[in-house]
């Protein structure tokens, strides 16, 4: 059963007299607990299309389908809602609060939600210390490396317990021993807990885990692989 | 809101030398407008106390045809004077009473002549309710010397080159209308702390005015001090009820532009405090807006994260409003001392005596503030804070979650 699925979806940009189609009738469905990775050069629509996934940018046409639901026809803090509940986020660049600690990075978007304290304490030390980060949660991003600031960030993706994980580029900013450590995560948090994940990538290490691999072209789909490789 | 709150507070203090500078401003912006309003203040008020002090005080009573032509013979009816000395001895919200004889005339010398109000009276009344005789630059008070002495301001003695021991000619018309000059001696300059008044007014004994205008004792005023300022009206009225040939007017209806004085101060203060507030303003939507900018793609990510717009909304609002109010208190606080110090020490702007003097204030300026006046640039500045907020956050309330998040 497809949980994501997107129709006809296009994203037409104008820039001056001309238009840029970064999304050119895109149609996919991502099933259950997938491991996908979407490839493709810049500009060929990988970031626009996981933005269109994610309800963080409007398509100019199309529908996007999450759990039934048509998030392009959220609005607001609807959509807000929506994404806080169903969809956690990793950024190329962390983008995680410079003022907090890892710990109450982790515990934000729970807090957000209304969770407890009690809830919070107990979910955000149990994400820390699977993402190998037990003994630095008081530290805040400046103190962090960068692998462990992505890592903060896959762990406060995860704290909402979203059944989606968007990643753009989660690894263009990591050296190769942080980025294994992270897809060793993300692979065992997709395995065990059965999250989603999808990855907008240009990384080749991400690429050779990833069970699926959709490859994008000027906005369109041009191959979808599907792998039987363990990742 | 507990957590939005931490990190606004923690977000004003992200980028310190910016988040000083704003601080410093409205540290200085506090100081410096409550400090000028409370010299203004301590002027006016010194110069409103100085004005009621030596000339107008708290309230006067002519005959009413004195008060439409100041002429010799207009003077207050004798049995109405004995009424009335009985009724000021009554009333219990009357401090002091001196009595008056005014005549014009011009004080002459070698080295010119001017035309001045010549105040005849008697020394030990005088003292009760004028402070002249605290005001001497030279001389004594009309007790040393017995005939003729005369008591001169400031300005006039210095365009006449007149000093204590010195000798004028007063000349006058009498109450036979004959032209008289005396020989007066000089025993006292006082400066009442206005030029103008000083050129224009001379003291002398009023027996001695008396004699030479060849009248019985003619009163033409009478200078009341009530236990306060604002038994005058009261008392005035009382007085203008029960006569109708003299009337009583309060110190504010005497010299208009003294009432005008608190109703001035008032705007005046709101303007100043206003432009300061207006400047600082400014200061902190620039600031707000740099730290919105600054900070897009972190924006973008709460936005993306689940945090609703009300939210960010508030939490920019907070960070808006701690990055002045945190300022405050030390504002308030550096002016309060400042104040307090120069209200007790004063301020001595000698360089500027002589401007001063002709406007009328004296140049030892005590500042002065009302508490009312810290609250108020303290509610002030709290309705700017909220104000200032709203730009920035609407702006950050603009963004692309998507687009922010990517910013470089």
């Not at chain 1, 409007?58 to 169903?86: A, C, E, W, Y």
């Not at chain 2, 003294?258 to 600031?287: H, K, P, R």
């Not at chain 2, 909220?386 to 963004?399: F, M, V």
Request: aromatic fraction near 8%; charged fraction near 25%.
């Amino acid at each position: 059963m497809s949980v994501i699925k997107t129709t006809d979806l296009t994203k037409v940009y104008k820039q001056g007299d001309y238009e840029i189609h970064a999304l050119d009738g895109v149609s996919v469905e991502i099933e259950n607990g997938e491991f996908t990775a979407v490839v493709g050069p810049s500009g060929s629509g990988k970031t626009t299309l996981l933005n269109a996934i994610g309800g963080l940018d409007d398509p100019t046409s199309g529908s996007v389908f999450v759990d039934d639901q048509d998030i392009t026809k959220l609005k607001g803090n609807k959509l807000i809602d929506f994404r806080m509940k169903h969809i956690g986020f990793v950024f190329q660049a962390y983008n995680l609060i410079p003022v907090l600690t890892a710990k109450e990075n982790v515990g934000f978007v729970m807090l957000l939600q209304g969770a407890s304290e009690a809830e919070r304490e107990a979910r955000t030390t149990e994400l820390l210390k699977a993402v190998g980060l037990g003994d630095i949660m008081k530290k805040r991003p400046n103190q962090m490396s960068g692998g462990q600031q992505q890592r903060v960030a896959v762990a406060r993706a995860l704290a909402p317990k979203p059944a989606y994980i968007l990643a753009d580029e989660p690894t263009a900013n990591l050296d190769s021993k942080s980025t294994e450590n992270l897809l060793d995560i993300m692979a065992r948090l997709n395995k065990e807990e059965g999250i989603t994940f999808i990855f907008s990538t240009h990384d080749q290490r991400v690429i050779d885990r990833a069970r699926r691999v959709i490859t994008m072209e000027d906005g369109k789909i041009i191959s979808d692989e599907k792998r039987e490789n363990e990742i | 809101m507990k957590t939005i709150i931490k990190i606004a507070w923690r977000n004003v203090w992200r980028n310190k030398l910016r988040s000083g500078v704003v601080f410093a401003s409205v540290v200085m912006g506090i100081w410096a407008g409550l400090f000028v309003v409370s010299l203004s203040i301590g002027m006016m008020d010194q110069s409103k106390r100085s004005t009621i002090e030596t000339q107008v005080s708290h309230l006067k009573i002519h005959a009413k045809s004195y008060i439409k032509d100041e002429k010799l013979v207009n003077n207050i009816n004798p049995a109405t004077l004995v009424e009335l000395r009985k009724l000021l001895a009554s009333e219990k919200r009357v401090k002091s009473v001196t009595e008056r004889t005014i005549v014009d005339g011009t004080v002459t010398t070698a080295h010119g002549f001017k035309n001045v109000k010549i105040v005849g009276v008697d020394p030990l009344m005088e003292k009760t309710v004028t402070t002249i005789y605290d005001r001497l630059d030279t001389g004594t008070y009309l007790n040393q010397i017995k005939n003729n002495p005369i008591i001169v301001g400031r300005s006039l003695a210095d365009d006449l080159k007149l000093d204590a021991g010195k000798s004028v000619s007063l000349s006058f018309i009498t109450a036979d209308t004959t032209s008289v000059s005396i020989g007066f001696k000089t025993e006292g300059v006082y400066s009442s702390g206005n030029g103008g008044f000083d050129k224009a007014h001379v003291f002398v004994k009023q027996d001695d005015l008396n004699e030479l205008l060849m009248t019985e004792k003619t009163i033409h005023e009478l200078a009341i001090l009530c236990n306060t300022l604002e038994d005058a009206g009261s008392v005035a009225d009382a007085i203008n009820t029960k006569f109708t040939d003299i009337e009583a007017r309060p110190w504010n209806v005497v010299s208009p532009e003294l009432g005008y004085t608190d109703e001035m101060m008032g705007t005046s203060i709101m303007i100043i405090l206003s432009i300061i507030i207006f400047a600082l303003t400014f200061g902190i939507v620039n600031t707000m807006l740099m730290a919105v900018l600054e900070r897009k793609r972190e924006l973008g990510m709460l936005l993306c994260v689940g945090m609703n717009k009300r939210k960010v909304f508030t939490m920019i609002m907070f960070e808006t409003v701690f990055l002045s109010l945190a300022a405050a208190p030390i504002g308030l606080l550096l002016s309060w001392g400042t104040i307090s110090y120069f209200g007790a020490y004063g301020i001595n702007l000698m360089n500027v005596e002589d401007a001063m003097y002709q406007f009328g204030y004296d140049p030892m300026v005590y500042t002065k503030l009302d508490a009312s006046i810290y609250g108020m640039i303290t509610l002030m500045i709290m309705i700017a804070a909220s104000i200032s907020s709203i730009y920035p956050a609407r702006k950050a309330l603009k963004y692309n979650p998507a687009e922010a998040v990517r910013a470089i």
